[in-house]
């Protein structure tokens, strides 16, 4: 008899077990029926879907049969490749609004502030729900005391300043999540992190050196968080030693610049602009030390378990966590626009980084 309460029954398709074992339902051995149902909304940005999976090890720890539905963009699916936390991933360009509207939930759990995330736990049907929602006003109300902190800080620049807690606590305690804080969940296959290095080793990358990745880049939603190419060439001159495959990383909007630097040090492995996500963590699995403002990298190198050195200008150095594994670097002098996208300075608090500080943070993460 057909399973249809199975976690890994799909209805449109055979189940993994029977196309690798050709078993059925009724001999099969691997039959897991859903019980508790948890849904996880968290939309925006990426680095933020990829920071807040490190709720689940301790969730699936909570409740360790539960089934886990995880509602994001699709340019965010990639990410939860080789997840084995979430059974399923919906999204919102696809059937998200038409499941959401049948299926039943025990816990809904939105990590998102936004209107649209608040609208879509609103809607869905959960027996509980922890985060935040839509009122009938179009308002986003918090549904407890953890989550209204976060609203706090996302009104008023004078109590996120004041924050002493990381992100990933934050959401620890709007989750109701006790444990110590886990890493961030990214996984990239031996298969990809090879073919990677073999693609490098032909742009000079010597597998017996150390590694230390630049990520030059923020993209061009947060400019301001970006340090310019002076200060870079600044640190690449500080650094120029061959026993150091030094790799620039970087998105489209870096192009230019990843160009520019490697015309100029020929020493410098370009790793290229077109990488997908997979392929652009597992060239920073390949670095022993990372070298970025606060940007998707950061999250991937934490993930990865990386040593990091993070540079902040106008944004909260204090919520991003580096699990003791790395430095926070900013200006001496308060930020002036705070969480503004341009800057109104004639010397913004990212060109006041200096590269000497940066390079004394490297020598203190690979004992120059």
């Known amino acids: 008899m057909l399973k249809y309460n199975c976690r890994y029954f799909t209805g449109d398709r055979p189940c993994k077990f029977h196309k690798k074992y050709e078993i059925k339902c009724d001999s099969c051995n691997y039959y897991s029926p859903i019980g508790l149902k948890i849904l996880i909304i968290k939309l925006d940005a990426i680095g933020d879907v990829l920071r807040t999976t490190s709720i ?19 340019n965010a699916r990639a990410l939860f490749s080789g997840n084995y936390y979430v059974d399923e991933i919906i999204t919102i360009e696809e059937d998200a609004q038409f499941r959401l509207i049948v299926e039943e939930f025990d816990i809904v ?19 509980e729900k922890m985060g935040f929602v839509l009122n009938e006003k179009g308002s986003v109300i918090p549904k407890s005391a953890e989550a209204d902190y976060w609203l706090q800080m996302s ?6 300043k004041k924050n002493q807690k990381t992100y ?27 073919m990677k290095k073999r693609q490098l080793v032909k742009n000079g990358f010597n597998p017996k050196f150390k590694t230390i990745g630049l990520n030059v880049g923020v993209g061009n939603k947060w400019p301001n968080k970006g340090w310019p ?20 990383l970087g998105g489209r909007d870096e192009q230019k610049t990843m160009h520019k630097l490697s015309n100029q040090f020929i020493f410098l492995i370009n790793t290229g602009s077109d990488n997908n996500i997979k392929e652009f963590a597992a060239i920073v699995n390949l670095c022993d030390v990372v070298i970025t403002a606060d940007t998707f990298a950061l999250h991937i190198a934490a993930a990865a378990g990386k040593k990091i050195i993070a540079m902040f200008g106008p944004t909260s150095m204090t919520e991003v966590e580096l699990y ?15 969480y503004n996208k341009t800057c109104t300075e004639n010397v ?16 203190s993460s690979i004992n120059l």
């Open 56 to 74: 689940l090890p301790p969730l699936k720890q909570k409740y360790p049969d539960s089934y886990i539905m995880w509602c994001t963009k699709q």
């Open 109 to 127: 759990i939105n990590l998102d502030s936004s209107k649209m995330s608040s609208a879509i736990a609103t809607s869905a049907k959960g027996k």
């Open 155 to 160: 009104a008023f620049d004078d109590v996120k």
């Open 168 to 194: 990933q606590q934050i959401i620890y305690d709007v989750a109701a999540l006790e444990s110590k804080i886990a890493h961030p969940i990214l996984n990239v296959t031996d298969d990809l992190l090879k």
């Open 229 to 248: 190419i002076e200060n870079w060439i600044g640190l690449i001159k500080l650094i120029n030693d061959k026993k150091f495959n030094i790799l620039l």
């Open 324 to 338: 003791e594994n790395g430095f926070k670097l900013h200006s001496t002098e308060e930020c002036n626009c705070y």
């Open 348 to 363: 913004s608090c990212m060109q006041k980084l200096s590269a000497d500080e940066v390079y004394s943070a490297l020598c």
